[in-house]
């Protein structure tokens, strides 16, 4: 089972943290800052496996990482999954990140957070792995890309329609033939008013 997914860059700042097993925000911290010293330190050439951090519980917890230009992607994971297996879930979670943004890089990662999580859920679940193919999540995706820009559509003609009323209700006054109008001429009286 997949205990932990984390992106962080080369200067250790989070970039994407999920957590599918209970860990307060102080030993959620601990964990990301001990699992980056521990990858940060390793050299591009050596294996991408390591032993957990013992916060992360017992039972053979494992770290398995792929570093791309300033990025790591780290995924935590217990004794019952295959390295190779998360090793290639990795590849699969950067390239569907990289047909979703086209050219993923880490800014795309900051500024859209949500669509991040939600291409990570298309692909895994509390833990468990959903879809590994690339044209089935990213297919996925653009379906829910298309169901939210058709739901927002009514609501930006609402918008534009009401941002537009004045400018229209401007330009049929000046329109109007004002001849064609008679307005009733007005009875003025004369008031008288005593003060006192």
Known sequence: MIKAILVFNNQGKTRLIKFFEHYNEDEQQSIIKEIYHMVSKRDDTVCNFLEGPSKLGEGGNRIIYRHYATLYFVFCVDGSESELGILDLIQVFVETLDRCFENVCELDLIFHVDKVHNILQEICIGGMVLETNIT????????????EKSESSPTMSIKNTVSSAPNRAISAVKNMQTSSIKLPTPKIRSLNVKLS
């Open 136 to 147: 089935e999540v990213t297919m996925n995706i653009e379906g829910q890309n298309k169901l």
